[in-house]
């Protein structure tokens, strides 16, 4: 009895904490009981990460004097108000379907890869993730720098098409709206192959063979069990790889075209090119917002799949 009674016990705690804040309460407080001695890293880490945050959210109240081009202490809600103008609505809608497009187009491109080679033995899966480890010691600005001068006019795919009678004449290929999608899904291929590797690697081969020597080929048992079965992973990987693309700025500074500008570059141009500080605040802090919620239901996501596998 008492063994049941305890069993009936675990399983009460295991669901209550399978809900958001459960999930998010077992994230961020359990390591801490059991690393006591990360809590005064962890405290200072919070603190030095809060006090500029505050300062930027007390700064984004603030009024600003555009002719004088300053900025004094206030409490107002004019940057906010400028939220629903077409200057932010505009942004915010290329910034949201960029970010949902190269996250979805590297996913498509992350999620076989990453089940091929999780089906590897373990040597060639090491040097597989060696190899994308590489790709990612590449900065931002060394892979859209390179994209760039691939396509340009003088850097060879323009030339190439041109060879293969694919276009008339070769011109260059940035910027455009297809070299920014190009390079934010490209950017995105490695961190969406190391999100997926550690699911993709607990997949049980038995399932696949199972479904395989039923007659199913390798594209439908790929579709009907790989997919279904990294369904969260997926999309905790998307969530994820959508705030990320969110903030991009190198790539579409070099491969996009003006009226693509996103918001990280909205905020880099308030901030510096036309001083308004307290609007760059307000949109900082509406995308540091954004980025809490998607982050926080990530967590979740991750959490329900792993008491899922349990």
């Not at 399983?11 to 407080?29: I, P, R, V, W």
């Not at 969406?192 to 063979?209: C, F, G, K, M, N």
């Not at 491969?255 to 990280?264: H, I, K, N």
Request: with cysteine; hydrophobic share 55%.
């Amino acid at each position: 009895m008492s063994d049941q009674a305890t069993g009936v016990e675990d399983a009460t705690e295991n669901t209550q904490s399978s809900g958001f804040f459960g999930a998010l309460k077992d994230g961020l407080f359990t390591p801490l009981k059991q690393f006591p001695a990360a809590l005064y890293p962890t405290l200072m880490i919070g603190v030095l990460f809060m006090i500029p945050f505050v300062i930027m959210f007390l700064i984004s109240f603030w009024n600003w004097d555009q002719a004088a081009a300053i900025f004094t202490p206030a409490f107002e809600l004019t940057h906010y108000a400028r939220f629903f103008s077409p200057l932010f609505t505009t942004h915010l809608w290329v910034s949201v379907q960029f970010a949902a497009l190269a996250s979805a187009l590297s996913l498509m491109v992350a999620v076989p890869f990453t089940f091929f080679i999780s089906r590897f033995r373990r040597k060639p899966q090491v040097l597989s993730l060696i190899f994308i480890l590489c790709v990612l010691t590449l900065s931002e600005v060394i892979i859209a720098y390179s994209l760039s001068i691939v396509m340009s006019r003088s850097g060879g795919l323009p030339n190439v098409a041109e060879w293969l009678g694919l276009v008339e004449r070769a011109r260059s290929w940035y910027p455009s709206y297809f070299a920014n999608l190009f390079g934010l899904s490209f950017f995105n291929i490695p961190f969406a192959v190391l999100i997926l590797y550690p699911s993709s690697t607990r997949l049980d081969r038995e399932l696949t063979e199972a479904a395989q020597t039923m007659g199913a080929t390798p594209v439908r048992t790929f579709f009907t069990i790989v997919i279904p079965l990294l369904e969260r992973t997926i999309m905790a990987a998307f969530i994820l790889l959508f705030v990320f693309t969110m903030g991009a700025f190198v790539t579409p500074y070099w491969l996009a075209r003006p009226e693509d500008t996103m918001m990280a570059q909205l905020i880099a141009d308030q901030a510096l090119s036309r001083g308004n500080i307290p609007f760059a605040a307000a949109l900082s802090v509406f995308f540091m917002a954004v980025t809490l919620v998607l982050s926080l239901l990530t967590v979740w996501l991750r959490r329900s799949d792993k008491l899922g596998d349990a």
